[in-house]
Structures are given as C-alpha cells and as structure tokens.
C-alpha cells in the first residue's frame, strides 16, 4: 500500500488516506463526516482533482473523518524536502517544501520556516507560549490530582514521602511556568480562561 503523505496531490493524499483508513469508498467517507455537508460527488470529484478550491471546513472535515492531521492531506510530508503541491497558491509559497510548509502552518518555532517580520515573529512566538501555558495548565491540573490522591492515602502523623514531596515540586514547577507564560500572553493582549 502506498503511503499517502508521499502522494502527489491533495486529492490522491486524500483518495489514499481513505483506503487506507479502510474507507473503501468516497460514500464510507461522506457518510463518516458526521454532520457534514460534504457528498459522495463532491469527494470524488476532490480525489480525480477536478474540484480543486475547497472550503476550510470541507478539508477540516475531511481530515477530521479520517483521524489525520491536515498538514498530512494538504502536503507531501512522506517526502518533507519535496516542493509544496497545493495548486492556485500565491508566489509567497514559491520554492517551500512540505517540512517549510508544516511548520508554517504550526507556526512551529523550530521549523525551517522562518518569519520575516517582527509582527509574524511575535505572533509565532505568541502561539508557540499559547500552546505551552495551555499544555502546563492540564499538566498541574493532573499534578494537583495525583498529590491530592498521595495525601489523601498518607496518614497525618508521617512525613512526606517522597513521591509526595516530587509531586508537589513538580506542581509547583508547572504552575510556575504557568503563570509566567499567561503573563507574556497577558500583556501581549491574550484574554486567558
């Protein structure tokens, strides 16, 4: 079977994709794209190339249908360092490759893609701190349960234990980092939950 991140187009990526999520058909997929408005034509019109222009949320879906990232339809990320292949794009994207392009999209900090302007750097950087506040804020909410659970299960009159001790640091390590990334957001104009 061939793998679809290397496919040359977003409509054999996709066509691919389905197959090999077991979709044997474009109905399975439209019938998979649970509220969507998406038909049978339509995707099999995507996958021969003949419907090239297609909304954000007919792609979101239909990644979403498949359980894939959407880099992984809109790029040949099985070969990172080919050419970008989406068709209609602007000259800006002339000469990325697939990895460039990933990146891009994830506004990924390490990426080979690099931004050009002080704004595109600091709205990278604003989203790489987003996706770093929000990931530690769940990490010291699972931190807080597992120390509620070690002190709940630990007699009043022994010491800390410790896995007690460790847990606790690592909380307030977590909350920590927390705190300062929602305050760089903050005073970038982020209103935070």
């Known amino acids: 079977m061939t793998d ?6 977003l409509g054999a990526r996709i066509r691919a994709a389905r197959r090999a999520r077991g979709l044997r058909t474009a109905r399975e997929l439209a019938d998979a794209i ?20 297609l909304d954000v949320s007919q792609l979101l879906n239909i990644a979403m249908a498949l359980r894939v990232p959407l880099s992984y339809l809109l790029a040949p990320l099985g070969e990172p360092d080919r050419p970008l292949d989406l068709p209609n794009l602007s000259e800006a994207f002339a000469g990325m490759t697939a990895i460039e392009f990933d990146a891009w999209l994830a506004s990924a900090p390490d990426g080979r893609y ?21 990931s530690l804020t769940r990490e010291a909410a699972r931190f807080q349960v597992m120390f509620d659970l070690e002190k709940a299960t630990t007699p009043e009159d022994e010491p800390r234990s410790a896995l007690l001790l460790s847990t606790e ?25």
Do not use: C, M, Q
Request: net charge negative; charged share 30%.
């Open 34 to 53: 649970v509220g969507g408005t998406l038909t049978e034509a339509i995707i099999e019109n995507i996958e021969a190339g003949r419907k090239v222009v």
């Open 169 to 193: 640091a690592r909380l307030l390590d977590a909350r920590r980092e927390s705190d300062r990334l929602a305050a760089y957001l903050k005073s970038a104009g982020w209103h935070l939950g």
């Open 4 to 9: 679809f991140r290397s496919e040359s187009s």
């Open 114 to 134: 690099h931004p050009e302007s002080l704004e595109e750097r600091n709205a990278t950087s604003e989203l790489h701190a987003l996706r770093e506040w929000s």
